[in-house]
């Protein structure tokens, strides 16, 4: 099988079965973040309990590449603490921003390295970047509490 099939698989798995999503009641803070250029929006909420993202729970509408983001960066980050989500998230973006020339730290970013060549896209980037923005907002507004 074809890695970038299987890749595709991976992605629209996640669409279909999405991982922490719906909105827990509980939260430290809730950020909210729209894709001005497709409509595509998330709403995230995060609690943070001696520095470990305890809990991190989504909802949102949009295209399949960022509702599957949003599902496998939020399986990524749950029970990490801030400075390994942090390496998690900055190692996204910049697999995002590679413009396909970077496959990605397997090792980090688990099944996320799905999204390699989403890079080559440049629209489809905001994409999927969305969800994994709104949880930097949120660890900021977090932090800053």
Request: hydrophobic share 40%; net charge negative; aromatic share 6%.
């Amino acid at each position: 099988m074809d890695l970038s099939n299987l890749y595709q698989e991976v992605i629209l798995d996640h669409y279909k079965h999405p991982e922490h999503k719906g909105l827990s009641l509980e939260k430290d803070v809730q950020v909210h973040h729209i894709n001005p250029s497709c409509g595509d929006e998330i709403t995230i909420n995060l609690t943070m309990r001696d520095g470990v993202v305890s809990d991190l729970t989504w909802d949102g509408v949009g295209c399949s590449i960022s509702m599957a983001s949003a599902s496998m960066m939020t399986g990524l980050l749950h029970g990490k603490n801030a400075a390994e989500a942090t390496v998690i998230v900055e190692s996204f973006v910049d697999l995002m921003h590679s413009k396909g020339t970077s496959q990605g730290d397997e090792n980090v970013l688990e099944d996320a390295v799905a999204f390699a060549g989403v890079s080559q896209y440049p629209a489809r980037i905001k994409c999927a970047l969305l969800g994994w923005m709104a949880y930097k907002d949120a660890a900021i507004q977090v932090h800053g509490k």
